[in-house]
């Protein structure tokens, strides 16, 4: 089997996204983890582009050991000198020169003939080549160039000492089948076998990685990608996308990397978070839903054997777990084993009721929380008489007052009033409360959800308190959200009262 190189551009194409503009330091903190995840190249940036650029590649070739550091440039003078000089201190620098070889940009943008580019091409790979030995040459907007004279420009260029040529399909143009018989008609045509080809594919038409993994087919051996596939407009092939197809599909592609795959999703976060670009969902390897089932039917082919509907192993990518949403879409079997996982033991009718209440809930809301499921089971489960009931309440709150409440409770056939002060409208009427049941609880989550829409939507807060060790859950609806507040505080107290001496419960692992 052979390998694939990794050419990592996050910090240099990435980073020309719209809007993703990282300092040295988080461009650091992110080639050091790119070490970790095993690229074998990171273009650190296009030092000629601005002093920041310039000291970031200066910092990271300074800050990580084992990938090439490569710094991207023009062919123009200035800019090779500017790129150099910023490679000085790297263990493994690499020296990334580009000149456009298409007739659009040969003829609107630079205005020369190819006799022209060839020259510049060759004599600038031959200047850079007396200073360093690791040159790659990529000619810009290769895949809309004549190919007898992209096969011409690479030539020549190898002939100087080039030892990568990367195929740039610059504006995502190239379709796989097209573009991996460009990448074979290259190799197939090279004097010299050692040079390594590689691709840089554009995601104009979603077909980045595609065109990537077409062109390592027909003997490509370096693909330029980025993490999360960001990058100039559509953006770049994404790595995690290249480099999980090439481990998952290894039965076709033959090939192999040397990431480390468990390190995948925690750079794509580290990346989402310093350059401020979400996520897509959906993303594949990446995406919050790649891992997660909600319709039924996959629920419970994952619970019997998770290669029923997941094709990698979420872990081999570094996520914790798959995880079944409970939603509209869930059966019976998904229930179960999220109310085990929470230790709640139910009996067979018990779920039954619970399932029906729950499909109920999953109708109005989107996604059923772990505290909803609590509540529900907690409420099929324990029958309880209410020990206090809320008769009135009376909050006093505004941008210049102490928040207090004032709140009258029945218990049996007697009324109790008291009133405290708090942070806000709902510490204080919880505080209330507390002075009037006697009760000391820790609210440990509080949840308010609009469940119906419209002006008079109805919200719905669910508490979790625990009081001396044990945990309660509780719900309370109306269209005053202090109102729904106050009720499910209080129910939440009153099943303490009625399961004190039942038994203790402890919830694990609640997610929110
Ligand atoms: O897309 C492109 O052509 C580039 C080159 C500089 C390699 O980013
Ligand atoms: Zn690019």
Redesign the pocket.
């Known amino acids: 089997m052979e390998r694939v190189i990794i050419f990592d ?1 996050t910090l ?2 990435g980073e ?1 996204s719209p809007g993703a503009s990282l300092t040295s330091q988080q461009k650091v903190q992110i080639a050091r983890q790119l070490e970790i995840l095993g690229v074998d190249v990171i273009e650190a940036g296009f030092p000629a582009a601005s002093p920041g650029d310039a000291d970031a590649v200066k910092l990271i070739g300074q800050s990580v050991k084992t990938p090439a550091v490569c710094a ?1 440039a023009r062919c123009h003078d200035q800019d090779i000198e500017v790129a150099l000089k910023s490679l000085e201190k790297a263990a493994r620098p690499r020296l ?1 020169l ?1 000149l456009a070889t298409s007739e659009i940009h040969r003829k609107y943008k630079l205005g020369k003939a190819k006799a022209e580019i060839v020259r510049i091409a060759t004599e600038k790979v031959r200047q850079a080549r007396r200073y360093l030995k690791d040159i790659e040459f ?1 000619p ?3 895949s809309r160039t004549e190919p007898d004279f992209l096969l011409e420009v690479v030539q020549a260029v190898v002939a100087e000492g080039a030892s990568t040529v ?1 195929i ?4 995502g143009y190239a379709v796989p089948e097209e573009f991996g018989s460009l990448i074979g008609y290259l190799i197939t045509n090279l004097k010299d076998r050692r040079v390594v080809i590689s691709v ?1 594919c ?1 995601n104009d038409l979603g077909l980045a990685v595609a065109n990537s993994l077409a062109a390592l087919r027909k003997g490509a051996r370096q693909v ?1 990608c980025t993490i999360n596939g960001i ?2 407009r559509a953006g ?1 092939a994404s790595l995690e996308e290249v480099v999980m197809n090439l481990h998952v599909r290894q039965d076709t592609y033959g090939l192999f990397t040397k990431i480390k795959t468990r390190e995948i999703y925690r750079t794509s976060r580290l990346v989402s978070s310093l350059t401020g670009i979400p996520v897509q969902p959906n993303k594949a390897v990446v995406g919050e839903n790649a891992f997660r089932h909600e319709a039924g039917i996959h629920q419970d082919g994952v619970l019997k054997k998770r290669e029923t509907y997941e094709i990698m192993n979420p872990q081999m990518v570094g996520w914790p777990r798959s995880e079944l949403v409970l939603g509209k879409h869930s059966g019976r079997h998904a229930l179960a084993a999220r109310l085990k996982e929470l230790g709640l033991e139910v009996s067979g009718e018990q779920l039954e009721r619970i399932f029906n209440r729950f499909k109920v809930l999953a109708d109005r809301k989107k996604e059923i929380t772990d505290i909803d499921l609590i509540v529900v089971a907690e409420e099929e489960t324990v029958a309880i008489e209410p020990v206090y009931q809320l008769e009135y309440f009376h909050i006093l709150s505004g941008s210049s007052t102490i928040p207090s409440a004032t709140v009258r409770l029945k218990k049996a056939d007697t009324v109790y009033e008291d009133a405290a002060r708090g942070d806000g409208p709902v510490d204080a009427l919880y505080k209330a409360i507390d002075r009037l049941t006697g009760v000391r609880p820790k609210l440990k989550e509080y949840k308010i959800t609009a469940v119906t829409g419209g002006q008079d939507a109805q919200g719905e807060v669910a508490v979790c308190l625990e009081i001396e060790g044990m945990n309660v859950a509780a719900r309370g609806v109306s269209t005053d959200i202090l109102e729904a507040s106050a009720k499910a505080y209080l129910t939440a107290i009153n099943q303490y009262l009625a399961k004190k001496n039942i038994s203790k419960k402890i919830y694990r692992g609640m997610r929110p």
Do not use: I, K
Request: glycine residues 4%; hydrophobic residues 20%.
């Open positions: 551009t240099r194409d020309q991207l990334h580009f990529s810009e907007d290769a990367n740039p399909d610059t504006v840089h554009h330029e990058g100039e770049n």
